[in-house]
């Protein structure tokens, strides 16, 4: 019989992390979070009864149980030279809280997700006091950066996975797919996968009106993913600018009369902006302000070189962001359009949370099996 494991997930946001979790068994006993549209989200998932809806300093030690795992990391304040590598530093208070409720839950195994540049920030060297000669001095640390593509997940979005264990170190996984298919790993699953067959013109650019009540407030919601597929009123000029830009290409697609003065003087970087997908390769990155074009490369891929009318001139919806993101399609959501878009972008991957969660629970079950069999050794 397998058992499930439990979990809690710290700075939980919508619960992208606590979705790759669950598909691999976990479930989850606490979630922290102080966003109230994405606790709600979180809750409106997961349950609320377990959702913890405020500052992590406020959740009072005993009302952390313990778990197996816990997940999540505190995002990083800026990456400045914050230089003290001392948990006492206000700076570095949610670190502290952190390592207050490692050291309550007593997992067998912790996993740190934050962003790429993490492993340079005072925050990691802080971390690796801690893990040194600290409170967590028990635990065995293993990192690296994991690109999502390379697990499955139709976006290449690059993560710093931290993995701290206390029943024997736990490397990052290995990839399973790379961006051409070779030996045992599969090819990078593309947008297309993903998002084909989606209504190409939204019927509608709302949200449905509706609310509900959760944590003594009212949220806008839940939403179901196909209340998440609506589009936007774009001015006839930005029309005319995402008509000019071909798949993988961007701001340098368009013509003259049609940059902004801000780009015409810009001639070299953000060559993201302003981008268009491509159906056969994961998306880049699904940032928080995906629906806006000029911040990355959110235009939906459909465009014909020779035909116009084969060409769908509007940035991806929410829907295709989330499904990029790899929730599945029965999520529901919680809060306003920005909101929403703030959770989603937020979000770990499913798949890639997925592979580390496959990892770890193999790492516990493995240490488990050693137990029995000193256990079994020890009474013949
Ligand atoms: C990067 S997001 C987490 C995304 C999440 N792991 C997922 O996969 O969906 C970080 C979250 O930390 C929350 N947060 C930041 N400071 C917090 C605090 N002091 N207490 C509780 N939550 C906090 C933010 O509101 C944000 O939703």
Redesign the pocket.
Known sequence: MTETLSLIDL???????TVGFAREGFRSELA????FA?AATYAQNFGESHTFFG???DLPDEDIPEVDVVI?GP?CQGFSNLGSRDVDDPRNK?WKEYLRVVAHARPKVFVL?NVQRFSKSAEFDLLLAEADHGCIQEYELRWGVLLASDYGVAQRRPRTIVIGSRIGAIDPPTPTHARIAHADLKPWKTVKERIDGLPERPSTTELPVRSTDVFDGTVQGPFSMEELHFGRNPRPMSLERYDHVPPGGGRFDLPDHLLPRCWREKTSGTTDVMGRMKWDAPSLTIRTEFFKPEKGQYLHPQWEANNPARRVNRVITHREAALLQDFPDHYRWCGSKTQIAKQIG???PAGLAAAVARQVKAAIAAAGQENDDDGFAEAV
């Open positions: 700075f939980a946001g919508c619960g992208g992390m922290v979070e102080f966003d994405a500052d992590i300093a999540g995002p949610l997700e937020n979000a770990v």
